[in-house]
């Protein structure tokens, strides 16, 4: 699953290099083919995003001066496919980001509808039965330098109180839980839900370099 992660990343970046130049706005899918925790503690269970943002919820005017970062790559919001500048139509609203089984980067406004994508490519990953396996974040592309092991359910609300907010890089997904990147401490902005076992070389693609402040 891993090589084909990679590789349809890959592809929809080689896309986006060759587009032609025009104003960002919608495009039709025919121009493309397209096959409350306690500080750092595991949970009983894998927590999801809706239920976090249920647990944290943003205050409206947070909300509302979000910027999102342009990904490496083409988007699909909301079923609808936008090169990746075409993201800034959604500013001053959250997105919640994940990656198809095929490599495409996906994007809901909804984060109920991002979780029902995501069991729809991957199967129940929300319903797994922990165990002891540990999923890796690198501080480096291609998996390299320091690494933050990350338990099956861990939740990690303040990277800063480890020295690694805004470091993560790539990430290497263990089979025992999806693990969840947040833009902003305590679950806030953007989250990014990468599935069990995926691997992601290049987090700049899928616009999440250097940019979680926490974990769940």
Same mark, same amino acid.
Request: glycine content about 8%.
């Given at each position: 699953?891993?090589? !084909?992660?990679?590789?349809?990343?890959?592809?929809?970046?080689?896309?986006?290099?060759?587009?032609?130049?025009?104003?960002?706005?919608?495009?039709?899918?025919?121009?493309?083919?397209?096959?409350?925790?306690?500080?750092?503690?595991?949970?009983?269970?894998?927590? !999801?995003?809706?239920?976090?943002?249920?647990?944290?919820?943003?205050? +409206?005017?947070?909300?509302?001066?979000?910027?999102?970062?342009? +990904?490496?790559?083409?988007?699909?919001?909301?079923?609808?496919?936008?090169?990746?500048?075409?993201?800034? $139509?959604?500013?001053?609203?959250?997105? @919640?980001?994940?990656?198809?089984?095929?490599?495409?980067? @996906?994007?809901?406004?909804?984060?109920?509808?991002?979780?029902?994508?995501?069991?729809?490519?991957?199967?129940?990953?929300?319903? $797994?039965?922990?165990?002891?396996?540990?999923?890796?974040?690198?501080?480096?592309?291609? @998996?390299?330098?320091?690494?933050?092991?990350?338990?099956?359910?861990?939740?990690?609300?303040?990277?800063?109180?480890?020295?690694?907010?805004?470091?993560?890089?790539?990430?290497?997904?263990? @089979?025992?839980?999806?693990?969840? $990147?947040?833009?902003?401490?305590?679950?806030?902005?953007?989250?990014?839900?990468?599935?069990?076992?995926?691997?992601?070389?290049?987090?700049? $693609?899928?616009?999440?370099?250097?940019?979680?402040?926490?974990?769940?």
């Amino acid at each position: 699953m891993g090589r !084909k992660l990679i590789s349809g990343l890959c592809l929809a970046l080689l896309l986006a290099a060759i587009m032609p130049n025009i104003a960002p706005q919608a495009y039709s899918l025919e121009n493309y083919t397209l096959k409350a925790p306690d500080v750092n503690t595991t949970s009983y269970k894998v927590v !999801k995003p809706s239920e976090i943002i249920a647990l944290y919820p943003m205050l +409206p005017e947070n909300e509302e001066n979000i910027v999102h970062e342009i +990904p490496g790559c083409p988007v699909i919001i909301d079923g609808t496919l936008y090169k990746p500048e075409g993201i800034a $139509l959604f500013n001053g609203q959250r997105l @919640h980001f994940t990656v198809s089984e095929a490599g495409y980067l @996906h994007a809901f406004t909804k984060a109920r509808e991002m979780e029902s994508f995501l069991e729809d490519e991957y199967g129940p990953v929300f319903d $797994l039965a922990l165990n002891s396996d540990v999923s890796e974040l690198f501080e480096d592309w291609l @998996h390299m330098g320091d690494f933050l092991d990350c338990l099956a359910g861990q939740q990690f609300p303040q990277l800063s109180l480890l020295g690694w907010d805004n470091c993560i890089s790539s990430a290497k997904i263990s @089979h025992g839980a999806p693990v969840t $990147l947040w833009d902003y401490a305590w679950f806030g902005g953007d989250s990014f839900t990468m599935a069990p076992g995926s691997s992601h070389l290049v987090l700049t $693609l899928e616009g999440w370099n250097d940019r979680a402040s926490s974990i769940s």
